[in-house]
């Protein structure tokens, strides 16, 4: 069945994107508003968009006048942490989602401990065993009151305990325990539901293909 964006109002083009592009990572995003006070929201329209330099991208939707207050904070300061969410930290990630008042310091709200950043103003949260330091690059507007930021990350900071090898950079994937988002209005996944498929060699290819 053909779904033309052209013929489709902007809440069907929505469901037929969050409901098909499966499983998505979660940027629980920290940063602060003007007075310096910490933010905290999650936000699944998120991917890492570059190895080198290291590049994540966030879709940030609109809030009354302009962005969400996440969007806003990261246009004037330039500043944000990207937290990955664990399951045991899933309740409290929801909590963080409530559409409160500029102001409101959601880590409070939803229990949660704030860890001073080494690189950037915004705190990380203690609770994610995972969180990116990252600068804006763009601010990049799509539409009325949306737009994708683009951010460089400067520091990783991984829980002690999920640290294979830290020579190798080697991390224990699967002990982060994290979350994804899919589709519904509640839907999210764990990330323990994986299978092995190596990469196939161009040589390796061809020799099969000649052999049949
Ligand atoms: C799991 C989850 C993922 C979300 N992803 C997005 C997203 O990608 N973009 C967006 O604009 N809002 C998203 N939201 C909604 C925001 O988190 C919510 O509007 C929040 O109140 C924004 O807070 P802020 O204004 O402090 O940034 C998501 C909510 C949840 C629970």
Redesign the pocket.
Known sequence: MLFDCASLSPENTYKLLVSTIVPRP?AWVTTLDAEGRP?A??????NAMSGSPPVLC????P?REGL????ENIRRSGQFVVNLVPESAAAA??VT????PPGVD?LLEAGLTAVPSTHVGPPRIAESPVAMECERIAVVEVGHGRAVVLGRVLAFHIDDACVLDPVKCYVDTPKLGLIG?MHGAGGYLRTSDRFEMPRIALADWQDKRAAD
């Open positions: 979660i933010n929201a999650p936000y699944s329209f998120f966030i879709g940030i939707g809030k969400k207050d996440t969007g990630m929801n989602a409530i559409d409160f959601e988002r």
